[in-house]
């Protein structure tokens, strides 16, 4: 069933933030690497014509009869593809599950106090034809009882009147550190 938070009830899930980071890290080494190795291949076409020409005959069809030819050719395209949906979705699947299943509102029975380590404002991808950057706002709050630092979106009006030492409500799951819901009061 999928949990219906208020508009002042913020959830966080440590697990899904550093996932998402991960993700970041890992699209950002990606690119680095195919761009790297475009400019090595493209340097040495253009500088060593004939070792290029040698070397790309070499190692023609490797790659394409590895992909492309039996056996378990359809298998492997299979897996590339849905490694590479996993890769971007991963993160919001995850959280969507351990928000509305593993981890649900009514789960989280323990009330305590939490306070604000820092603030942060995270500029996201501007979308075809958005004419401001959208802005996700976040707080880091520390756990009631285990004191670790937990990142939570929240909205800009409450954002704005956060400092960092203030406290705010906050509900916890009882075997759980990674997972809170703020409540704005």
């Known amino acids: 069933m999928l949990q219906n938070y ?3 009830e ?3 899930d440590r697990l899904s933030h550093r996932l998402a980071l991960a993700k970041k890290w890992l699209d950002r080494i990606l690119f680095f690497t195919v761009a790297a190795v475009f400019v090595t291949v493209w340097l040495g076409l253009v500088l060593k014509k004939e070792d290029a020409g040698a070397l790309m005959d070499r190692f023609s069809g490797t790659f394409a009869k590895w992909i492309f030819e039996e056996p378990y050719s359809q298998e ?4 590339i593809f849905g490694l590479v949906f996993l890769a971007n979705a991963g993160p919001s699947i995850v959280f969507f599950v351990r928000k509305n299943w593993v981890f649900p509102k009514a789960s989280m029975t323990l009330r305590g106090y939490a306070t604000v380590h820092s603030k942060e404002v995270v500029k996201l991808p501007r979308s075809r034809g958005a004419t401001k950057t959208p802005k996700a706002f976040y707080v880091y709050v520390s756990h009631p009882v285990t004191g670790n630092v937990i990142p939570v979106e929240i909205s ?8 960092v030492g203030n406290r705010v409500n906050v509900h916890y799951h009882p075997s759980s550190d990674n997972v809170v819901y703020l409540i704005n009061s």
């Open 10 to 12: 913020f959830y966080a």
């Open 76 to 79: 492997r395209m299979l897996g």
């Open 6 to 8: 208020t508009s002042n």
């Open 156 to 163: 800009e009006g409450w954002y704005t009147n956060l400092e």
